[in-house]
């Protein structure tokens, strides 16, 4: 696996390098970078977690570059479009986790609100109560967080009402906060504690609601 970790770094770092002169040049190659990423190295045995630590690494570093840059509509509009075939077909789900950061991909709340008027009406049979309908859906942690993007805070603690797992609530704790109401944002999180839900995890968002509302003290506690 030590091959392939080398080029990602490599890939990164001109990335990067790029992207302080051309910033939009820099997020185009990054967009390609994370099209071609997951059938690269699909073949290769991960099972040390390294290549998933290199990649996680690497989207952390790009993810900026791209939220960032200072792209045209249609430019943008295209690369959402690429990320998303990319997010959809990769079958060994190591950009997964790019999920998390769409609403941040979109740049601003227009561009999220259009992305979740798309993905809404799927994500809300996902996460229903009919379980003929509900099931796994790769867009459904893009729909949260392009619905928090967009500060439609109270459609987030709605989609999961019910009985879904910690990563989808966490977003339900966060529009919660974002509502004005940290202490039930937080309440809400400590619900959430099972053997099936990560206590790192709720401690993360525990702390940055309050530090978001100010509660230094209680949050170092």
Known sequence: SQPPIQRIKE???????????????????????????SPAIERIDGSSG?????????MTDLVPIIAGA???????????????AAHEEDGMCYIESLAD??????????????????LVGITAMALGPDKSLRGHFHGT???????????????????????????????????MAALGD???AIAYAESCRSPWASDAGIDAVCEEILLSSGQVDEAYR
């Not at 390098?17 to 071609?36: S, T």
């Not at 950061?101 to 259009?114: I, M, Q, T």
């Not at 993007?149 to 339900?172: H, M, N, S, T």
């Open 50 to 58: 390294s290549i998933g630590t290199a990649v996680n690494r690497a």
């Open 182 to 184: 940290p202490a039930a």
């Open 101 to 118: 950061d769409w609403g941040d991909l979109c740049a601003s709340a227009g561009v999220a609100s259009a992305w979740a008027d798309e």
């Open 141 to 175: 942690t893009a729909c949260l967080s392009s619905l928090y993007r967009a500060g439609r805070f109270q459609e987030i603690v709605d989609l999961v009402a019910g009985d879904c797992i910690w990563p989808y609530k966490r977003w339900g704790a966060r529009a």
């Open 11 to 37: 890939a990164v770092s001109e990335i990067k390098k790029v992207a302080r002169q051309d910033p939009v040049l820099g997020a185009e190659g990054a967009v390609i970078f994370l099209e071609r990423l």
């Open 70 to 84: 200072p792209a045209d509509a249609k430019t943008r509009g295209r690369w959402l479009d690429r990320l998303w």
